[in-house]
C-alpha cells in the first residue's frame, strides 16, 4: 500500500528518481477521478432519463467501462513488456496520433471540470465574486499541485478522497430520517430499461475517463497489477456514485433531482442532525471541493505529459501558461452555467466517448506492434 | 578599503603562507616567539615556562577554558618530579604525564587549534614535537531540567551547551558499540565541534553519507547554534515548516536514533538536531511514550484537533460571519450579529487587529524577565481584550476565537512547528476574509500539496499519511501500545526493522496469576 521509497536528496546531490506510484494510489487517483467530477450535476440528467432507476446506471457503466479497460490494457505480461517502450524516447507515428487524442480529451475535460468548480462556487459559495477572479484562484493551486509531480497528487487525492468517500458512505445514516422507500418504486420495470440505457450512455464517457491510465504506465511501481488497481478504482466510484444517486431519490424524489442544477448539494442540505448541525452542506462541500480541485490537477498534469513526451527539456516548463490558458478558456467557452451543463451532459457523451475508444484502439494496436 | 569580503578560498590560500605551517622548531623560545606574535594581543593566552631537570618547557594554554588543578597535578607536578637528563616526547607521553588524553603533534598550527579549542599545549627545548594535553575546563552550565520540553513523566535531565557532556548523555542511554559518533569541525572562525550521531546497522548508510556531505560543504566563517547548520543543510529553506528537529532532550535522541534516524550535536548549544525528519514528530512528545497509551491517545488527538483550529479557527469565524452567515445556527447568528453590531471593523479587520495584538504580547512576555513576565502577559490579556470589547473595537466573540486560538497553538509541543501554523495563519485569514470559505479551502489544499512535496532527506514530510502507510499511522495520530510497536518505521530503517521480541506481553496465565505469582 506503501508508496516506494525514491531515495532523494534534491539539494545537494543525490539523483531524483522517476516518479512511482503505488497500486492502491492509481485505485484512489482513478476512483477520484471519476466521481468527484460526475456528482455535481449528472445526477439530474441521469434522474431526467431513467427516473427512479438512474441509481442503477453507475453498476452498469461500472461492467461495460470496466471491460473495456481490461480489454484495451491486455495480458500482465505484454503490458510490462510496453511499459519499458511505450513514450519513452522519441514517439512513433502511431503515439504522436495517440499523444494528440489523449491531449485532446483532457484538454477538454480539464476545461469542463475547472468550469464546473468555478460555476458550483459561484452559485453556492460566493454569488457576487466575478467568475474571472475565481477561475484565476483555481488555477494557481492547480497550477501548483500539477506541477508537484504525479506522487504529491497521488498523495494529496488519497488523503482528500478517503474523507470523501467516508463523508458519501455515512450519508444514508446522516438522511435516514429524510428517505422514502417510495420513492424507488417500481423498482424494476421493463419500460424503464430505454431510459436505463439511455442515462448509462450519458454515463459512459465520464465512466472512462479511466483510460488515463494508459499515459501513465511506466510510473507504476506494479505494472502487473494495473489493470486490477484500475478496475478496484472504478468499482469505488460507480458503487459510490449509485450511493448517491439513490439517496438523492431516497430523499428529494426523482421530481426534484431531474430539474435541480445541484441535486447532491440540495441533498445534504436535507441534512439535519440536531437543531444545531443542520447546516452540513457548506462542511462537506468544503470536503469536496479539494478532490476536485485534485482532479483537476491530475488532468492538467495529464495534458503536460502529453505536451512533452519524448522531450529533452524539463517536464514543468509549460505547466505555468497551460494552467493559466486552460483556465482562461473555461471562462471563455460557455457563455453561462446553462451552456456549460448542455456541453457536460450531451455533447461530452459523444465526444468524450468516441476519443476514448479511439484512445483505445491505438493503444490495442500499438500493444499489438510492440 | 576593501568592498569585498575574500572568497573562502582565498582566506584558505592565505593561511598556507602563515608561519603557523611550519614544523615545531627544537628551539623553544622560537616557537614561543612564533605563538606570541599569532596570539598578539590575547591576554588570556597564559605561557607558564618551568625546567624539566635540565631542560626549559613550556605549557601553553587558554585561561578559563582548561582544567587548572589536572594540568598542575597530571603535568605539572609530574615533569617536575621527574629526574631525566635524556627526554623524548615518548617519554615524557607514556612515562611521565599521567592524564587520559595526549597525543603528540609536528605542526604548529594543530598546537594552535588545538589551544583554541581548550587543550593545553606542551613545548620542551631540544625536542621538535610537542604534547596536546586534553584537560578542558572552564565553567560550563550543568545538567537540568531542559526549559523548552518539560514533562510531566520522564527523565529531567536536558543537554548544556558542552558537546561532551551531550554525547556522554546520549552515550549514557545508548550503551551500545553500535553508536557511532563521527566528529567534524565547521566554521572558519569559530571552528565549532559537532558530532554525528547514528546508530550503525539501523540509519541507512546513504543518509549517514549524504548527512555528511551536506555538512562537509558548509563553508561559513561562524556556526554558533545548531540553527545554522540547520538552515544550511535542509532540503527547502524557503519552506514554513522545518524539516529537521531540535530537541534539547538526550531521550527524546536517543529514541530517535533507535527509528534509524540521525543526530547532530553542536558544540556551545543545548540543541541536538535529529534528522530526517516527517510533519507528525513536531506533534509527538517524548512523555507521550512514558504514559500509558491511553493518556497518550488522548493528547495527540486533543492535539491534532487543536492544530487545525489553530490554523483554521479565526479564518472560518472571518468566512462564516461575512458571506456564509446561513451556516451559524438561528441563536448564534443573533448573539454574534448583536456583539458585532456597534463594531467598526469588518470581521477580517477585528481579527486582524486581535491576532497581532496577542502575538505582541506573546513575544513581549518572552522577553521580559520571568518575574514580571508572567503576570504583565495575563494582565495584558485581560485588561486589553476586556478594554477593547468594552471600547467597541472588537467583539466579545472575536476576543474568545483568538484566545482558543492562542491556547491552540501553545498545545503543539515543537516550539518551531507552533511558529510555522501561527504565521500560516494570517493568510487563512486573508483568504477568508476575501473569499470566505473558498478561500480558506483553496489555502487548506496550497498547505496540503506543500506538506505531501516536501521531503526531508528523502523521506516524504507527510509520511505516513501522505503516502500512505497504515501500518505506521500506529504512532501517529495514536499511540499503540508498546506490546503493539513492535516495529520500527520503514522509511528510516531498512534492515533491522524488529525492535522488540514477538508476545512480550505477560501471558494469560501470569496475568491470572496461576504461574510465577499470588493467586
Given at each position: 500500500m506503501a508508496e516506494p521509497v525514491n531515495w532523494q536528496s534534491g539539494k545537494n546531490g543525490g539523483e531524483i528518481l522517476t516518479e512511482k506510484i503505488s497500486s492502491f494510489q492509481l485505485s484512489i487517483l482513478v476512483a477520484n477521478f471519476l466521481f468527484t467530477g460526475v456528482i455535481i450535476s449528472l445526477p439530474q440528467v441521469l434522474a431526467e432519463s431513467s427516473n427512479q432507476v438512474s441509481w442503477l446506471s453507475p453498476l452498469v457503466v461500472l461492467g461495460v467501462i470496466s471491460g473495456f479497460l481490461w480489454l484495451v490494457v491486455g495480458k500482465t505480461k505484454q503490458l510490462q513488456r510496453l511499459s519499458k517502450t511505450f513514450l519513452l524516447g522519441k514517439p512513433t507515428k502511431l503515439e504522436r496520433v495517440f499523444l494528440v487524442c489523449f491531449g485532446i480529451l483532457f484538454i477538454t475535460a480539464a476545461i469542463r471540470d475547472l468550469r464546473a468548480l468555478i460555476d458550483f462556487v459561484a452559485t453556492v459559495?460566493?454569488?457576487?465574486?466575478p467568475i474571472d477572479v475565481m477561475s484565476i484562484l483555481a488555477g494557481f493551486i492547480v497550477i501548483y499541485m500539477a506541477a508537484a509531480g504525479l506522487e504529491v497528487i497521488a498523495r494529496v487525492t488519497v488523503i482528500q478522497f478517503i474523507t470523501l468517500a467516508a463523508v458519501i458512505i455515512a450519508l444514508p445514516f446522516m438522511l435516514m430520517n429524510g428517505m422514502e422507500l417510495g420513492n424507488f418504486q417500481p423498482i424494476m420495470d421493463v419500460d424503464l430499461l430505454p431510459g436505463l440505457a439511455k442515462s448509462s450512455f450519458l454515463l459512459l464517457s465520464w465512466a472512462g475517463e479511466a483510460i488515463f491510465i494508459l499515459i501513465l504506465i511506466q510510473n507504476l511501481d506494479d505494472v502487473a497489477g494495473a489493470k486490477k488497481a484500475t478496475v478496484r478504482g472504478i468499482v469505488v466510484a460507480m458503487c459510490l456514485f449509485a450511493l448517491v444517486v439513490a439517496v438523492e431519490v431516497a430523499v428529494l424524489g426523482v421530481d426534484i433531482v431531474s430539474v435541480s442544477s445541484y441535486p447532491s448539494l440540495q441533498m445534504i442540505q436535507q441534512?439535519?442532525?440536531t437543531d444545531f448541525l443542520d447546516r452540513l452542506d457548506l462542511v462537506i462541500v468544503t470536503i469536496w471541493i479539494p478532490c476536485f480541485i485534485a482532479k483537476i490537477a491530475l488532468d492538467v498534469y495529464l495534458v503536460n505529459r502529453c505536451l512533452t513526451s519524448g522531450k529533452k527539456q524539463p517536464n514543468n516548463i509549460i505547466i505555468i501558461p497551460l494552467g493559466i490558458a486552460l483556465a482562461h478558456l473555461s471562462v471563455l467557452l460557455f457563455r453561462n452555467n446553462t451552456e456549460h451543463i448542455e456541453f457536460s451532459f450531451y455533447t461530452w457523451a459523444v465526444w468524450g466517448l468516441a476519443l476514448e475508444l479511439l484512445i483505445g484502439i491505438i493503444f490495442i494496436i500499438r500493444r499489438k506492434i510492440s | 578599503m576593501k568592498l569585498r569580503r575574500n572568497k573562502q578560498s582565498e582566506k584558505k590560500s592565505n593561511l598556507h603562507t602563515d608561519k603557523t605551517e611550519s614544523q615545531v622548531h627544537s628551539s623553544l623560545d622560537e616557537n614561543i616567539d612564533i605563538l606570541k606574535e599569532l596570539f598578539e594581543d590575547c591576554s588570556d593566552v597564559i605561557y607558564r615556562t618551568f625546567k624539566v631537570g635540565s631542560h626549559q618547557a613550556c605549557i601553553i594554554f587558554i585561561d578559563g577554558l582548561i582544567d587548572a588543578n589536572s594540568i598542575q597535578f597530571h603535568v605539572l607536578d609530574a615533569l617536575e618530579e621527574a629526574s631525566r637528563e635524556s627526554l623524548s616526547i615518548e617519554i615524557v607521553k607514556d612515562k611521565i604525564v599521567s592524564i587520559g588524553s595526549v597525543k603528540e603533534t609536528e605542526k604548529l598550527d594543530a598546537i594552535v587549534k588545538d589551544i583554541l579549542s581548550g587543550n593545553t599545549g606542551l613545548l620542551i627545548d631540544g625536542l621538535n614535537e610537542a604534547l596536546i594535553v586534553d584537560a578542558k575546563g572552564g565553567s560550563r552550565r550543568s545538567v537540568a531540567e531542559p526549559e523548552t520540553e518539560t514533562v510531566i513523566r520522564g527523565p529531567r535531565e536536558g543537554f548544556t551547551e558542552s558537546l561532551r557532556v551531550n554525547t556522554a548523555l546520549v552515550r549514557h542511554k545508548i550503551r551500545s558499540n553500535r553508536l557511532k559518533m563521527i566528529a567534524k569541525t565547521v566554521g572558519e572562525e569559530t571552528q565549532t565541534n559537532i558530532a554525528i550521531l547514528y546508530v550503525d546497522g539501523l540509519a541507512r548508510p546513504e543518509l549517514v553519507k549524504e548527512v555528511m556531505a551536506r555538512i562537509e560543504k558548509i563553508e561559513i566563517d561562524a556556526v554558533l547554534e545548531s540553527g545554522y547548520i540547520e538552515e544550511l543543510i535542509e532540503d527547502n529553506s524557503w519552506s514554513l515548516f522545518p524539516q529537521i528537529q531540535n530537541t534539547e532532550r538526550p531521550d527524546t535522541l536517543a529514541a530517535n536514533l533507535l527509528e534509524g534516524r540521525v543526530g547532530v550535536i553542536v558544540d556551545g548549544t543545548p540543541f541536538a538536531l535529529i534528522l530526517p525528519t516527517t510533519f507528525w514528530q513536531f506533534l509527538q512528545a517524548s512523555e507521550d511514550y512514558y504514559h500509558r497509551f491511553h493518556i497518550s491517545v488522548f493528547l495527540r488527538v486533543i492535539r491534532v484537533i487543536f492544530i487545525f483550529l489553530a490554523l483554521e479557527l479565526p479564518a472560518i469565524y472571518i468566512a462564516v460571519t461575512t458571506y456564509h452567515q446561513e451556516m451559524l445556527p438561528t441563536n448564534l447568528l443573533f448573539s454574534v450579529a448583536s456583539s458585532r453590531e456597534a463594531i467598526p471593523f469588518p470581521a477580517f479587520i477585528e481579527a486582524l487587529i486581535m491576532e497581532v495584538a496577542f502575538e505582541a504580547l506573546r513575544e513581549a512576555g518572552i522577553r521580559l524577565p520571568k518575574v514580571i513576565g508572567q503576570a504583565v502577559s495575563i494582565l495584558g490579556a485581560l485588561v486589553i481584550g476586556q478594554a477593547a470589547v468594552e471600547a467597541g473595537i472588537v467583539s466579545a466573540p472575536m476576543v474568545i476565537i483568538v484566545s482558543l486560538t492562542g491556547i491552540a497553538s501553545f498545545t503543539i509541543p515543537r516550539f518551531n512547528m507552533a511558529i510555522s501554523i501561527r504565521l500560516l495563519r494570517f493568510p487563512i485569514m486573508i483568504l477568508a476574509g476575501v473569499f470566505g470559505l473558498y478561500g480558506i479551502v483553496l489555502g487548506s489544499t496550497f498547505i496540503l500539496t506543500h506538506l505531501c512535496k516536501l521531503r526531508s532527506f528523502g523521506v516524504p514530510y507527510f509520511s505516513p499519511l501522505g503516502p500512505l502507510n497504515l501500518r505506521e499511522l500506529r504512532d501517529v495520530f495514536i499511540r499503540a501500545p508498546w506490546w503493539a510497536l513492535d516495529k520500527r518505521p520503514s522509511q528510516t530503517v531498512k534492515d533491522d526493522v524488529r525492535r522488540q521480541k514477538e508476545n512480550v506481553r505477560p501471558t494469560k496465565k501470569q496475568r491470572s496469576g496461576l504461574e510465577g505469582g499470588n493467586a
Open positions: 459559495l460566493l454569488p457576487t465574486t441534512i439535519n442532525l | -
